[in-house]
């Protein structure tokens, strides 16, 4: 998978968590970007994120991530 | 909702909540509007929005208070003016084993141990009575899931010491109150956990990372099972089932193999497998589910199957016979108008998808469960929850032979030419009177599911209508039928408030097993009797129009009411004057007033 197609299939994630077809995700997207991503939200899209690409973040992963680039970078590294 | 119907897929729910609820908000209802507490011992967040979703889909509208994380002890024990403002009309409590204060220590004897169990139990006992005594609503409270691990191996479950035996013996005591207070439901993740699994239930990255007790993708299953019971107690239960017969009743189809060709009894495993269905569809039955057949089939043949040596449901255990060659989607409309039930209450099952798809797509809110092979039908039908039972009343035990009086009554009627003279002969006598501590629940139950004969549709908790039989400016009535068939039970109630000489109707309903039996009229006579009484010299009435209520749209006037108002939405006000003699209403049922 590149790293184009995972980023499409984690923005699909997104819009669908947050249920808003506008949201567009890049490398430096953050929490602080999207008006409704709290904890609580976080552990959905980790969920959803883990289900769809049939992998697991490590919990030091979850709570250190800073932006969306290095979730993708942890999916990447893991399929 | 398709997508939160059993069997769903926990991820979508999760990941498309907002779409879900969205969409259920805009096509669903009318909603009946209820007050949810969430008292949690560990993170409720996403059983709260999932809850909805299950929730919005059984035509109810939750609004919630949520405690804050761990403060379920906290919010239920202490003075809590918001909470008391909220005034719920249901408390669920969210604990797990994770709010276990102490387990039992390796070196505990069993005195020390019944004394840990004690103190635990005693904890939740106190917190359950202030709830009913300060909030007076039904209480809704997990059990205990199975520990993660277990120190002795498989002797947890024998020793004292034991997480598992701890747990257990807690459970059994959280069963007994349950027992013992009507309003008290146990949401029973013990088994829940175990059907998904307990290791992936209680996986314990959820819980140190969020502070969730079970993972994410169980809480769908959570959220279902608790809505199942909230509805239940709203009066939401599905009342029967219309079943296909060729390979859902039995394997293979009868008009083509014959009866002796059919697949079912203990020769083969297939049909082993449909004698197993159809026991579980029996036992159904002696709760009260209504058992129906809708088959492509000619009616000779549907008998032929039902009269195989092998079957165990006879003839006589449905209600309603459909066997013809007529759309299903016609034949269930007659099945519930035969029995006057909403299409709605009734589910189809069929192992036709394409006869589902027409059922459902014909009926609006008619479930018909996908309900994979025949291995799979007992777990899809019981895992739906369609039939949740949170009270079993003498009435639902009963319920079946009610409906098989009822055809018996049609039968008899048709023997007759005056219709009065039918009523004359069946016999009918009715006890009516204030209401009685023995038939509050069934009273409640009556309030919340009767929608046709219904007049204003106001929807009463049992705590509520405790409370009106006590209210000294209330009148409250409720009426007992019985006739040369059998006893129809509770099937009427009347709830007014009276000031200043004129009584005000708030409630008037009647269940629809006993209409044109002239019930009303014996209810009038009674009402009009308990005003005199009290020196009451008008009773106004009121009809709500609902999307379901037309029929008592002229009710009023029928009893011998005046309209004095009425608006563009169809809402009318009526006037009923007492200083004229009263004359009597009924004139073919025996009345013994309580």
Same mark, same amino acid.
């Given at each position: 998978?590149?790293?184009?197609?995972?980023?499409?299939?984690?923005?699909?994630?997104?819009?669908?968590?947050?249920?808003?077809?506008?949201?567009?995700?890049?490398?430096?997207?953050?929490?602080?970007?999207?008006?409704?991503?709290?904890?609580?939200?976080?552990?959905?899209?980790?969920?959803?994120?883990?289900?769809?690409?049939?992998?697991?973040?490590?919990?030091?992963?979850?709570?250190?991530?800073?932006?969306?680039?290095?979730?993708?970078?942890?999916?990447?590294?893991?399929? | 909702?398709?997508?939160?119907?059993?069997?769903?897929?926990?991820?979508?729910?999760?990941?498309?909540?907002?779409?879900?609820?969205?969409?259920?908000?805009?096509?669903?209802?009318?909603?009946?509007?209820?007050?949810?507490?969430?008292?949690?011992?560990?993170?409720?967040?996403?059983?709260?929005?999932?809850?909805?979703?299950?929730?919005?889909?059984?035509?109810?509208?939750?609004?919630?208070?949520?405690?804050?994380?761990?403060?379920?002890?906290?919010?239920?024990?202490?003075? @809590?003016?918001?909470?008391?403002?909220?005034?719920?009309?249901?408390?669920?409590?969210?604990?797990?084993?994770?709010?276990?204060?102490?387990?039992?220590?390796?070196?505990?004897?069993?005195?020390?141990?019944?004394?840990?169990?004690?103190?635990?139990?005693? &904890?939740?006992?106190?917190?359950?009575?202030?709830?009913?005594?300060?909030?007076?609503?039904?209480?809704?409270?997990?059990?205990?899931?199975?520990?993660?691990?277990?120190?002795?191996?498989?002797?947890?479950?024998?020793?004292?010491?034991?997480?598992?035996?701890?747990?257990?013996?807690?459970?059994?005591?959280?069963?007994?109150?349950?027992?013992?207070?009507?309003?008290?439901?146990?949401?029973?993740? @013990?088994?829940?956990?175990?059907?998904?699994?307990?290791?992936?239930?209680?996986?314990?990255?959820?819980?140190?990372?969020?502070?969730?007790?079970?993972?994410?993708?169980?809480?769908?299953?959570?959220?279902?099972?608790?809505?199942?019971?909230?509805?239940?107690?709203?009066?939401?239960?599905?009342?029967?089932?219309?079943?296909?017969?060729?390979?859902?009743?039995?394997?293979?189809?009868?008009?083509?193999?014959?009866?002796?060709?059919?697949?079912?009894?203990?020769?083969?495993?297939?049909?082993?497998?449909?004698?197993?269905?159809?026991?579980?569809?029996?036992?159904?039955?002696?709760?009260?589910?209504?058992?129906?057949?809708?088959?492509?089939?000619?009616?000779? @043949?549907?008998?032929?199957?039902?009269?195989?040596?092998?079957?165990?449901?006879?003839?006589?255990?449905?209600?309603?016979?459909?066997?013809?060659?007529?759309?299903?989607?016609?034949?269930?409309?007659?099945?519930?108008?035969?029995?006057?039930?909403?299409?709605?209450?009734?589910?189809?099952?069929?192992?036709?998808?394409?006869?589902?798809?027409?059922?459902?797509?014909?009926?609006?809110?008619?479930?018909?469960?996908?309900?994979?092979?025949?291995?799979?039908?007992? *777990?899809?039908?019981?895992?739906?929850?369609?039939?949740?039972?949170?009270?079993?009343?003498?009435?639902?035990?009963?319920?079946?032979?009610?409906?098989?009086?009822?055809?018996?009554?049609?039968?008899?009627?048709?023997?007759?030419?005056?219709? *009065?003279?039918?009523?004359?002969?069946?016999?009918?006598?009715?006890?009516?009177?204030?209401?009685?501590?023995?038939?509050?629940?069934?009273?409640?139950?009556?309030?919340?599911?009767?929608?046709?004969?219904?007049?204003?549709? &106001?929807?009463?908790?049992?705590?509520?209508?405790?409370?009106?039989?006590?209210?000294?400016?209330?009148?409250?009535?409720?009426?007992?039928?019985?006739?040369?068939?059998?006893?129809?039970?509770?099937?009427?109630?009347?709830?007014?408030?009276?000031?200043?000489?004129?009584?005000?109707?708030?409630?008037?309903?009647?269940?629809?097993?006993?209409?044109?039996?002239?019930?009303?009229?014996?209810?009038?006579?009674?009402?009009?009797?308990?005003?005199? &009484?009290?020196?009451?010299?008008?009773?106004?009435?009121?009809?709500?129009?609902?999307?379901?209520?037309?029929?008592? *749209?002229?009710?009023?006037?029928?009893?011998?009411?005046?309209?004095?108002?009425?608006?563009?939405?169809?809402?009318?006000?009526?006037?009923?004057?007492?200083?004229?003699?009263?004359?009597?209403?009924?004139?073919?049922?025996?009345?013994?007033?309580?």
């Amino acid at each position: 998978m590149t790293r184009e197609e995972a980023f499409e299939k984690v923005n699909g994630i997104f819009r669908d968590n947050f249920d808003d077809e506008s949201i567009t995700v890049t490398d430096e997207t953050t929490a602080d970007d999207i008006e409704d991503w709290d904890s609580l939200e976080h552990i959905n899209l980790i969920a959803a994120i883990e289900n769809r690409f049939g992998m697991k973040f490590t919990m030091g992963e979850v709570v250190s991530m800073k932006n969306v680039g290095e979730m993708v970078d942890i999916i990447l590294s893991r399929i | 909702m398709k997508c939160l119907e059993y069997p769903f897929d926990p991820n979508y729910i999760l990941e498309k909540k907002k779409k879900i609820r969205r969409e259920l908000l805009e096509v669903g209802g009318p909603f009946i509007d209820k007050k949810i507490a969430i008292l949690g011992g560990s993170t409720t967040n996403d059983i709260r929005l999932i809850l909805e979703l299950f929730l919005l889909d059984q035509g109810i509208r939750p609004a919630f208070y949520e405690s804050e994380y761990n403060r379920y002890y906290e919010d239920a024990m202490f003075p @809590n003016p918001e909470l008391e403002e909220f005034g719920p009309d249901v408390v669920y409590i969210h604990t797990t084993n994770r709010n276990i204060t102490a387990y039992p220590a390796p070196g505990d004897d069993e005195k020390a141990v019944e004394n840990l169990l004690l103190t635990e139990y005693e &904890k939740f006992r106190k917190m359950w009575d202030r709830i009913f005594e300060v909030y007076r609503c039904p209480v809704i409270q997990n059990d205990f899931e199975m520990p993660y691990f277990r120190l002795l191996g498989n002797r947890d479950a024998v020793d004292p010491r034991g997480r598992v035996h701890f747990l257990s013996e807690l459970n059994r005591k959280f069963f007994s109150y349950a027992r013992d207070h009507e309003n008290f439901h146990i949401c029973d993740i @013990n088994y829940l956990s175990a059907d998904f699994g307990l290791k992936d239930w209680a996986d314990p990255f959820y819980y140190h990372m969020y502070k969730y007790a079970l993972s994410l993708p169980a809480i769908p299953y959570l959220a279902q099972n608790v809505a199942n019971i909230i509805k239940s107690l709203f009066g939401k239960n599905k009342k029967g089932l219309v079943l296909d017969l060729d390979n859902t009743l039995w394997g293979g189809v009868i008009g083509d193999d014959g009866v002796e060709n059919i697949e079912l009894g203990p020769e083969e495993s297939t049909g082993q497998a449909y004698s197993e269905f159809q026991e579980y569809l029996k036992q159904l039955k002696t709760l009260g589910i209504l058992l129906n057949i809708d088959s492509k089939n000619d009616p000779e @043949n549907a008998l032929a199957g039902l009269r195989h040596p092998d079957s165990t449901l006879k003839e006589e255990d449905f209600i309603e016979i459909m066997a013809n060659w007529e759309p299903k989607d016609q034949n269930f409309r007659k099945i519930a108008r035969e029995l006057n039930l909403l299409p709605e209450s009734l589910v189809f099952i069929d192992d036709n998808p394409a006869e589902r798809h027409i059922v459902r797509e014909q009926i609006k809110g008619v479930r018909a469960p996908e309900i994979g092979g025949i291995q799979d039908y007992i *777990r899809v039908i019981d895992r739906s929850g369609f039939f949740e039972v949170t009270a079993l009343s003498g009435d639902d035990l009963k319920r079946s032979e009610m409906y098989a009086e009822n055809a018996k009554r049609r039968a008899f009627e048709e023997s007759f030419s005056d219709y *009065r003279e039918y009523l004359v002969s069946l016999k009918m006598k009715a006890v009516i009177g204030a209401f009685e501590p023995l038939y509050m629940a069934r009273i409640a139950q009556l309030t919340n599911k009767s929608n046709q004969f219904n007049l204003t549709t &106001k929807r009463y908790t049992q705590a509520e209508i405790e409370e009106a039989a006590k209210d000294p400016e209330r009148v409250t009535l409720y009426g007992k039928l019985e006739d040369r068939f059998g006893d129809n039970g509770v099937v009427s109630v009347v709830i007014g408030h009276f000031s200043g000489g004129i009584l005000k109707i708030e409630l008037w309903l009647m269940s629809c097993r006993v209409l044109k039996r002239d019930m009303e009229f014996a209810m009038m006579d009674a009402l009009a009797s308990e005003c005199l &009484k009290r020196g009451i010299r008008e009773i106004r009435g009121y009809y709500y129009p609902t999307p379901k209520n037309g029929m008592v *749209r002229d009710f009023y006037a029928i009893m011998g009411f005046e309209k004095i108002s009425g608006d563009d939405k169809g809402n009318t006000e009526w006037t009923f004057d007492l200083t004229k003699p009263y004359e009597k209403k009924n004139t073919v049922i025996e009345t013994a007033d309580r």
